[in-house]
């Protein structure tokens, strides 16, 4: 399937506390609110991979089979912007599971031959998996390695060290969804 165009709404933020904190998250919101201007977001949706999310310009797509897994293919789309390469992609893999959601979160870690330096639970709907973060020596890796109703889910950024946009990231992975079954 291939990528649709749409739009997303920027996340916004809020401040409390002192004056100073104040000023200084005010002009971090009006950042936020700008919604990465260089960044071109639109929607990917694909109805086999039952799942939607945006990138930050036009995506390609392409499809390889997992190394580890023969006759497993995953569906990728990304898009490349402001320094860093943004991706999302499923596999049908019916028997996913943990033990999955760990030797990928593994292997993508190692094609930046990084070391994972935070990983935490997590569910977004129903999918289930694991936030990660793993540094290399040139590259920095935030991934989300989920799994439901048999599909292994990736949405990943790898961008250099000075060019981690976190407005970006934020906006990337909340726009993250696995579609109601059907």
């Known amino acids: ?82 320094g860093a390469l943004y991706g999302v992609g499923y596999a049908n893999v019916p028997e996913a599971g943990p033990a999955l959601v760990a030797s990928t979160r593994d292997a993508l870690a190692a094609n930046i031959a990084g070391r994972i330096v935070a990983d935490r639970e997590i569910a977004v709907g129903r999918a289930l998996g694991r936030e990660f973060k793993a540094e290399g020596a040139a590259a920095t890796l935030i991934a989300r390695v989920l799994v439901a109703d048999g599909k292994l889910y990736q949405v990943a ?22 579609l109601p079954a059907r």
């Open 1 to 82: 399937m291939r990528p649709s165009a749409g739009s997303h709404p920027c996340s916004r933020t809020s401040a409390d506390g002192p004056r100073r904190a104040r000023i200084a998250l005010a002009a971090l919101a009006l950042t936020a609110a700008a919604c990465s201007p260089e960044l071109d977001w639109r929607e990917v949706r694909s109805d086999e991979g039952a799942f939607v999310a945006v990138l930050p310009g036009k995506p390609s797509f392409e499809e390889r089979e997992l190394s580890d897994r023969p006759g497993v293919v995953m569906h990728l789309w990304s898009a490349r912007a402001g």
């Open 157 to 178: 950024l790898i961008a250099g060290k000075e060019s981690l946009d976190a407005t970006g990231a934020d906006t990337f992975f909340t726009s993250f969804r696995v």
